[in-house]
């Protein structure tokens, strides 16, 4: 049984959530419970409540049990970007890109 969770349009860089999500992939959902929990970085935050969201969907919708989940694929893709114009001397404008990520976190049972 595969169950999952997903957040759109998060404003994250989907690069550096990606080296976030490496650190959980493939282990049981109390050890990357502990890894997202521990992380001083931003996506690791993120990443924790949509991994809690993921647990919750398997718990309440179909009854897992949540020792026996484990993180089965986690992966991020890249959202729209929004682009800004910051000012500069002269005349001149610089592009600042603001980019958002969907997160999507699908936990198994191992069945």
Same mark, same amino acid.
């Given at each position: 049984m595969q169950t999952q969770a997903i957040l759109?349009? #998060? $404003?994250? @860089?989907?690069?550096? +959530? $990606?080296?976030?999500? *490496?650190?959980?992939?493939?282990? !049981?959902v109390d050890e990357a419970r502990n890894i997202l929990? =521990?992380? &001083? $970085?931003? !996506?690791?935050? %993120?990443l924790f409540? #949509?991994?809690? @969201?993921a647990?919750?969907?398997?718990e309440n919708n179909h009854g897992a049990d949540v020792d026996e989940l484990?993180?089965?694929?986690? =992966? %991020? *893709?890249?959202g729209p970007v929004l682009k800004r114009i910051m000012p500069r +001397?002269?005349? $001149?404008? *610089?592009r600042i890109l603001k980019p958002t990520s969907?997160? &999507?976190i699908k936990v198994s049972d191992g069945h």
């Open positions: 759109k349009f #998060v $404003r994250l @860089s989907p690069k550096k +959530a $990606r080296a976030i999500a *490496d650190l959980v992939r493939g282990k !049981p929990k =521990y992380s &001083t $970085r931003k !996506p690791a935050r %993120i409540k #949509v991994l809690e @969201s647990i919750a969907n398997a484990k993180v089965k694929e986690i =992966y %991020i *893709d890249q +001397a002269k005349g $001149r404008a *610089d969907h997160i &999507t």
